[in-house]
T-cell receptor, first 112, second 114 residues
Framework: GENVEQHPSTLSVQEGDSAVIKCTYSDSASNYFPWYKQELGKRPQLIIDIRSNVGEKKDQRIAVTLNKTAKHFSLHITETQPEDSAVYFCAASLYNFNKFYFGSGTKLNVKP | DSGVTQTPKHLITATGQRVTLRCSPRSGDLSVYWYQQSLDQGLQFLIQYYNGEERAKGNILERFSAQQFPDLHSELNLSSLELGDSALYFC?????????????FGPGTRLLVL
């Protein structure tokens, strides 16, 4: 089955700096990659997603890149703010199955 | 608000007991997923139902079972509870699996086993 690895497990940045979180997946059949943000004690919320026919997607300060050949995808947050502090999860989903495989999460701390 | 509802929000029970967690998916969504999240841990996929039928199984213990009813709401039953079952249980829903829609999470049920 699919295996998703996420790095780093914790990330501390200064407010205004950029943050990058990386995920790798093992099954080349995966073709949908969402990212979720989870604040303490709350539900994971979708922040951005990308499908395998696209290499990059951007939404304001958040962007996701996908390298299908290398089987890795990354989340980029620019101009970080304290409210970006949360745990971020990447996931990969297999075509025509919709089972999601989640990474282990990255705890992002943005220092004011 | 994702449109996915879960009840109850909190549950405190004793070891050996049985509990039922309930989830109502977003209107129109056919798939329901259940996840377990222990303290400071990632999301552990338990089971998925699609339009009333079990579609995928993850690391679900034999003491746990689930079902999806004709009105598409789902219930997760946890029996012979152990201390280690204390966790946040999330339900998520998505639409047609054939077109691979994303999933939206409910607010979770926090289970504490004493």
């Amino acid at each position: 089955g699919e295996n998703v690895e996420q790095h780093p497990s914790t990330l501390s940045v200064q407010e205004g700096d950029s943050a990058v979180i990386k995920c790798t997946y093992s099954d080349s059949a995966s073709n949908y990659f969402p990212w979720y943000k989870q604040e303490l004690g709350k539900r994971p919320q979708l922040i951005i997603d990308i499908r395998s026919n696209v290499g990059e997607k951007k939404d304001q300060r958040i962007a996701v890149t996908l390298n299908k050949t290398a089987k890795h995808f990354s989340l980029h947050i620019t101009e970080t703010q304290p409210e970006d502090s949360a745990v971020y999860f990447c996931a990969a989903s297999l075509y025509n199955f919709n089972k999601f495989y989640f990474g282990s999460g990255t705890k992002l701390n943005v220092k004011p | 608000d994702s449109g996915v509802t879960q009840t109850p929000k909190h549950l405190i029970t004793a070891t050996g007991q049985r509990v039922t967690l309930r989830c109502s998916p977003r209107s129109g969504d056919l798939s329901v997923y259940w996840y377990q999240q222990s303290l400071d841990q990632g999301l552990q996929f338990l089971i998925q139902y699609y339009n009333g039928e079990e579609r995928a199984k993850g690391n679900i213990l034999e003491r746990f079972s689930a079902q999806q009813f004709p009105d598409l709401h789902s219930e997760l039953n946890l029996s012979s509870l152990e201390l280690g079952d204390s966790a946040l249980y999330f339900c998520a829903s998505s639409g047609d699996v054939r077109i691979q829609e994303t999933q939206y999470f409910g607010p979770g049920t926090r289970l504490l086993v004493l």
